[in-house]
């Protein structure tokens, strides 16, 4: 993956969850996209449709 498509890829989830922070793409494994914020911290989003959702999000929607 190229500069140009990770920094759309930020830019969409940034922009969608209204994100202040910044953040680093570590890593895309099919649509689940590994990121680092500017604390440290690992999150995972889960591409579904056009929307970005948080790995827990979903975890917690299936226990439903």
Known sequence: MDVEQ?????EEIRSMKYLPYSME??????????????WGNIIIYIKKGDN??????????DKK
């Open 25 to 38: 793409l570590i890593s895309v494994d099919g649509d689940t996209y590994t990121l680092r914020n500017n």
């Open 52 to 61: 970005y959702f948080l790995k827990k999000e979903l975890e917690m929607e």
């Open 6 to 10: 990770e920094k759309v890829i930020l």
